[in-house]
């Protein structure tokens, strides 16, 4: 039975994505996206008149699917500090994910022709998780919002280093299916995380 509608679009947008990844995005053609989705260039170009509006609306589709894998810290664990050091992991753990990585290198790679689109993948992958860390840091520890944000950014750019690089560079292996969240203690070191919760946290106040 023939896609349609929404179905269509979201085909579309799963099969784009992985064309882009594959190809990259200069030498993947809105042609090669309507073969590869098994439907006409006409339904493709009714749902997108461009491959830049194709292209923004992958980095929407993942904005959705990215959320919904992290979660909030508050899902983590009933103790906050805790809840923390496992979202953290979290993300490592989806960042060594080859569709993961190799969106990161794409919108590198596509930085200087489409910056919006780039600041918007960024957004996606840094900017909701650095914001949700920060709403946790107010909510379950007590931060005020403008230390809040500074831990939030000062950790995740902890932890994150130097997987990212290393990833980026080519240097560490991806990890081609997704990565469960029942292997997190074994995928990620989190003692390394707690440890460097403790460096960024102030102190508190009876300290």
Do not use: N
Request: glycine letters at 4%; charged letters at 25%; one cysteine or more.
């Amino acid at each position: 039975m023939a896609r349609r509608g929404q179905e269509l679009r979201e085909h579309i947008l799963d099969t784009a994505k992985l064309a882009f990844l594959e190809d990259g995005f200069e030498r993947t053609s809105m042609d090669a996206i309507a073969a590869r989705a098994e439907t006409s260039k006409r339904s493709l170009y009714a749902h997108f008149p461009t491959k830049d509006a194709l292209f923004l609306a992958v980095v929407e589709r993942i904005r959705v699917l990215f959320g919904a894998r992290m979660r909030t810290p508050a899902e983590y664990s009933a103790q906050p500090s805790e809840a923390v050091v496992r979202y953290c992991g979290r993300f490592v753990q989806l960042l060594r994910w080859s569709s993961v990585a190799r969106m990161l290198r794409l919108g590198i790679a596509e930085a200087d022709r489409l910056p919006d689109l780039a600041a918007g993948l960024h957004d996606v992958l840094f900017g909701i998780t650095a914001r949700d860390l920060a709403a946790h840091l107010v909510t379950a520890l007590g931060l005020a919002p403008d230390k809040a944000e500074v831990v939030a950014d000062e950790l995740i750019g902890l932890v994150i280093h130097p997987t990212l690089p290393r990833l980026l560079f080519g240097l560490e292996p991806l990890v081609e299916e997704m990565p469960e969240e029942t292997r997190l203690a074994t995928d990620v070191d989190l003692d390394r995380i707690r440890r460097l919760l403790h460096i960024v946290m102030p102190p508190s106040p009876a300290a």
